[in-house]
């Protein structure tokens, strides 16, 4: 089987730091997604981590612990316009079938 | 843009109606994927065709049925669906055969009543 974690809401201050964690349990492991879906859009995507460690993209980071079982995506110097869904997604073992978590609802505020 | 497209992007039908649901994609991927986003629970995958094939149909009801007439076109046709079919139906596609990023449609939202 295969399941997936993450907190339903969170909100935040613009300008601060803010960690959403993701656990999953999968029968196999190919990699962790993570992916921005703003309210009525398609979901984009912001990173991919295989192996363990902090990956920096910009204002974005995502880690990654296998033997955990666990990731994070880190967003500094938070915008309004992070107000966001942030998904979670693993492929099913040996696909590329992702399967997400419901999802973390961020509210930004002033 | 992410360069697939779905139309439309609203739609209200009767529990008796017909009606289809289209994405269409110009990426060059081989791979797509319809899925279902209800409210306050994870994205569902649907159907997964890989070159034009059906690979995955995650017991789905046969009141959907898919349809991938080439590499660049996915229908989803509807009937006699349920209000309880309501949602966000996403369409996606990939490089089939490859750990790589699905991009998504903005997605047909869905009105069963």
């Known amino acids: 089987g295969q399941n997936i974690d993450q907190p339903t809401e969170m909100t935040a201050t613009e300008g601060a730091i803010v960690q959403i964690n993701c656990t999953y349990q999968?029968?196999?492991?190919?990699?962790l997604f993570w992916y921005q879906q703003h309210a009525g859009e398609a979901p984009t995507f912001l990173s991919y981590?295989?192996?363990?460690g902090l990956e920096e993209k910009g204002r974005f980071s995502s880690f990654l612990s296998r033997s955990k079982g666990y990731s994070y995506l880190l967003l500094k110097e938070l915008q309004m316009k992070d107000s966001a869904s942030y998904l979670c997604?693993?492929?099913?073992?040996?696909?590329?079938?992702?399967?997400f978590g419901t999802g973390t609802r961020l509210q930004v505020f002033p | 843009e992410t360069g697939v497209t779905q139309t439309p992007r609203h739609l209200v039908m009767g529990m008796t109606n017909k009606k289809s649901l289209k994405c269409e994609q110009h990426?060059?991927?081989?791979?797509m994927y319809w899925y279902k986003q209800s409210a306050k629970k994870p994205l569902e995958l649907m159907f997964v065709?890989?070159?034009?094939?059906?690979?995955e149909n995650n017991s789905v009801p046969s009141r959907f049925s898919p349809e991938c007439p080439n590499s660049s076109h996915l229908f989803l046709h509807l009937h006699t669906l349920q209000p309880e079919d309501s949602a966000l139906y996403l369409c996606?596609?990939?490089?089939?055969?490859?750990?790589?990023?699905?991009?998504f449609g903005q997605g047909t939202r869905l009105t069963v009543v």
């Open positions: 996606a596609s990939s490089p089939a055969g490859d750990r790589v990023v699905s991009f």
């Open positions: 999968t029968s196999g492991f190919n990699g």
């Open positions: 981590n295989v192996l363990d």
């Open positions: 997604a693993a492929p099913r073992y040996n696909t590329d079938k992702l399967i």
């Open positions: 990426l060059g991927h081989n791979a």
């Open positions: 065709y890989s070159l034009e094939e059906r690979v």
